[in-house]
């Protein structure tokens, strides 16, 4: 019983913890020779409240003015949501958007930064209800 959970726990990447935790800062990752740091505010990050996404790149060159990013919950189809974050200043871009609430009461999403030039880097975070 023990073995077969723990087999299913290590098959099953929606059970993984999140790789971020968002209320304590930015969430930093690196890819393609960048620095991504991704963030979200205000905090503590909830579900249902109106929240400032942001993205900001070391560096930003040969990139577009908008980037697109994918809200999802690991392992569920929780509906198309997706935020354009548009470069304000410096290095930075930014978008308002909404993480719906769970049915199922799971609080961890990722959010995937749909861009080739950055591997679709993703960052999985909780949210609080
Ligand atoms: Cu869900």
Known sequence: MLMTLAM???A??????ADCNMDQGPCIKSAADRTISFDISPKPVKAMA?????????PCTA?????LL??????MMM??????????NGCTYDGRGIIVRCRSGRTLWRATILSDALNNMAF???VRY
């Open 79 to 88: 509906g198309k949501n997706q935020v354009i974050l548009k470069k304000r």
């Open 12 to 17: 099953t990447p929606a059970l993984k913890a």
């Open 50 to 58: 109106e929240l400032v996404f942001s993205v900001t790149l070391t």
């Open 63 to 67: 990139l577009p003015e908008t980037l």
């Open 124 to 126: 999985t975070f909780d």
């Open 8 to 10: 299913l726990l290590l």
């Open 70 to 75: 994918d809200l999802d919950m690991p392992g």
